[in-house]
């Protein structure tokens, strides 16, 4: 599995705006960066089934989530690529910073990787399948996403 220099950089672009689109609210971009469908792995969270999504259920489901943080941060590091033809897998080690000013413990860190497996889509690479796997404990205050999720519902009221 023979990885080009170029295939190497395009793929670590849709890692780091992965996590750009992420953390600037990007949504236009977040749904550029996946196949028209994907599969959300969330199965390293207890409870949490795989889901096919549609792009934009993706995003929808993205902003609903990440909308109602103050803040994220979003750091990526040790790429492992691999490519056959116009397939790629790529792992990359995550630390997810996530914060809502709430009384108490106010942030949230989310340690482990993103595992994407990539289709070669009119010369780039679009994510159909996207795990999140969490490999340490959180740090922080565990609410915190329910507390953003509600936080967000009222955002997306006025979304166009």
């Not at 990359?92 to 989310?110: C, E, K, Q, R, S």
Request: hydrophobic share 40%; proline share 6%; charged share 25%.
């Amino acid at each position: 599995m023979n990885v080009t220099p170029i295939d190497h950089i395009r793929i670590s672009d849709v890692v780091a705006n992965l996590a750009r689109a992420q953390d600037e609210k990007d949504w236009e971009r977040f749904q550029g960066l996946f196949a028209d469908r994907v599969t959300l792995d969330l199965t390293g969270q207890p409870g949490e089934p795989a889901e096919e999504l549609t792009a934009p259920e993706m995003t929808a489901k993205a902003r609903a989530i990440i909308g109602g943080f103050a803040c994220t941060h979003h750091a990526s590091s040790n790429l492992l690529i691999e490519v056959s033809g116009a397939t790629a897998r790529c792992r990359a080690h995550m630390v997810a910073y996530h914060h809502v000013p709430t009384p108490g413990v106010d942030h949230l860190t989310m340690r482990g990787y993103w595992r994407l497996d990539l289709v070669d889509a009119n010369q780039r690479w679009a994510i159909r399948r996207w795990a999140i796997v969490r490999t340490a404990p959180w740090e922080g205050n565990p609410n915190l996403y329910d507390i953003a999720r509600e936080g967000a519902s009222g955002d997306l009221r006025d979304a166009p």
